[in-house]
């Protein structure tokens, strides 16, 4: 037992380096050179986190989180190239070049009565900067699995948690009381749920059944920081298992609640369908090494939202146009209350969604103007992937794919034969019928 949390046991299980798959070679040179530099200044010197969990598991870890017990002034001294950080709980990050390695002093999560840890009413943490032992240090982290020691002195891991046991039975546990924990930092609710769909892991069902009650704790975490894991929740490879368990566990109407209602009530599963396409194709973007771009990623996970609220305009009489700006900023608005999304993404976000009725047009100056628009391209994949809610965008897609392929010209002499109705004439082998424009069509149908 600890002292520190009576519901959590630690009893130290140390794996020899011959019974563990964490080899040097998973880990970068300059986190190696941290690690026996911190050792040769006398200090203990542990590799730990995400990197020792995903190398673990066959992964490669990108970045490499390092734990000891020199405090941030003597890591300072060991190391030219390093800036201590941070006001909340000081790091050292020794930076070389582009690669930051991040150096933590083992800390506590405790309270003292120090008065350098503060908890507000609903038990979430403000406040903790302790240091503590590795022990303490091992109890305060969230998960088992991201709770494991690599230590540089004999290549083995230490395990105070049992988090070896859950790596190898692919479960994510949490430390402790799991109501307890969320109510702590209820991002861990999402931290469980992405870290299960990156790894292929099981939420351990203790550490699962208390999630859809508290999710709406979620409402009082710091929307930037709602917006840092969106991002890893989506961008990072996993974006549709990350969706599916979203779903499963009851967090996606505290993440997304305008897009949740209108999934709910769109009986089709449109809507369901499309959003999963998108999230498939993000994810083979990132498979391949494309970029991918936030300002789609919520044009697509508001997409839902969007329609709904558009309708609903709509229905009250208003304007198609004036309609389609109205329901791209109420959802903005509502949205950002939770997830602060930067407007550098949500102004091309909306952009995305407007444009999507402008594809129905022919007219010869409008084509060229939305041609040349610097969205036009994101607009149009938007436009494919509508596709795969409903067939009725198929004459727009079939127009577009084509007018990008033209020549300037070709494209011209092609819309003005189409305006003088030539292109409706069966002799002249027209490429596609002309589709008569219908104001607002390319939403009113909602997907
Ligand atoms: P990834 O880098 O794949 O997102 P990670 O586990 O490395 O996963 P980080 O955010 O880099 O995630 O955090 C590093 C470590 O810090 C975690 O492994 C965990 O031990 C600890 N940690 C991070 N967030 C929390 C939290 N909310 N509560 C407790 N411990 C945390
Ligand atoms: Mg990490």
Redesign the pocket.
């Known amino acids: 037992m600890t002292p520190q949390d009576p519901n959590v046991t630690t009893s130290l299980r140390v794996i020899p380096r011959d019974q563990h798959s964490v080899s040097r070679k998973d880990i970068s040179p300059n986190a190696l050179r941290v690690l026996y530099r911190l050792r040769e200044g006398g200090f203990g010197a542990f590799l ?4 020792v ?2 190398a673990l598991v066959g992964g490669h870890p ?2 490499f ?1 390092v734990a000891t017990d020199a405090t941030p002034e003597q890591v300072r001294a060991l190391f030219r190239n390093c800036r201590l950080i941070g006001r909340r709980f000081r790091l050292a990050h020794v930076v070389f070049g582009r690669e930051i390695i991040e150096v933590a002093t083992f800390r506590a999560n405790i309270d003292d009565g120090s008065g350098d840890r503060e908890t507000h009413e609903g038990g979430r943490v403000l406040r903790d900067n302790v240091f503590g032992s590795i022990e303490d240090d091992a109890v ?4 088992t699995a ?2 494991l020691y690599y230590a540089i002195e004999d290549f083995s891991i230490r395990d105070y948690v049992g988090g070896f046991e859950d790596v190898q039975n692919r479960l994510m546990r949490l430390i402790g009381d799991p109501e307890t924990r969320y109510r702590e ?1 209820p ?2 609710m999402l ?1 469980a749920v ?2 299960a769909a ?1 790894l292929d892991f099981e939420i351990e069902a203790a550490t699962a059944a208390p999630i859809p009650m508290l999710a709406p704790l979620l409402a009082e975490s710091a929307p930037a920081r709602l917006f840092e894991e969106c991002l ?1 929740l989506f961008l990072s490879g996993h974006a549709v298992a990350s969706f599916e368990r979203l779903e499963r566990h009851g967090l996606l109407s505290a993440l997304l609640p305008e897009t949740a209602a209108a999934l709910a009530s769109n009986r089709s599963g449109a809507l369901r369908r499309m959003l999963l396409a998108g999230l498939a194709g993000t994810d083979q973007r990132v498979a391949n090494d494309e970029p991918v771009s936030p300002a789609f990623l919520f044009a697509l996970l508001l997409w839902p939202a969007y329609c709904r609220s558009l309708m609903a305009l709509q229905a009250r009489g208003m304007h198609t146009a004036e309609a389609q700006r109205r329901a791209a900023d109420q959802v903005t608005v509502h949205q950002l209350q939770r997830i602060a999304l930067p407007r550098r993404f949500s102004l091309p976000m909306q952009e995305i969604w407007l444009l999507q009725s402008r594809f129905s047009q022919r007219q010869r100056k409008r084509v060229f103007r939305l041609l040349s628009h610097p969205r036009f391209r994101a607009a149009y994949d938007f436009l494919l992937l509508r596709l795969t809610a409903s067939n009725e965008h198929a004459a727009d897609v079939e127009f577009w794919r084509e007018a990008q392929l033209e020549s300037g010209d070709a494209l011209s002499a092609r819309l003005e034969a189409e305006a003088h109705g030539d292109g409706d004439t069966d002799d002249a082998a027209p490429r596609k019928r002309r589709r008569r424009r219908r104001s607002g069509s390319a939403v009113a149908a909602g997907e």
């Open positions: 730990v986190g995400g990197a969990r995903d990108k970045d989180d305060r982290r969230d998960f991201n709770a930092d991002v861990r931290r992405r870290l990156k890893k």
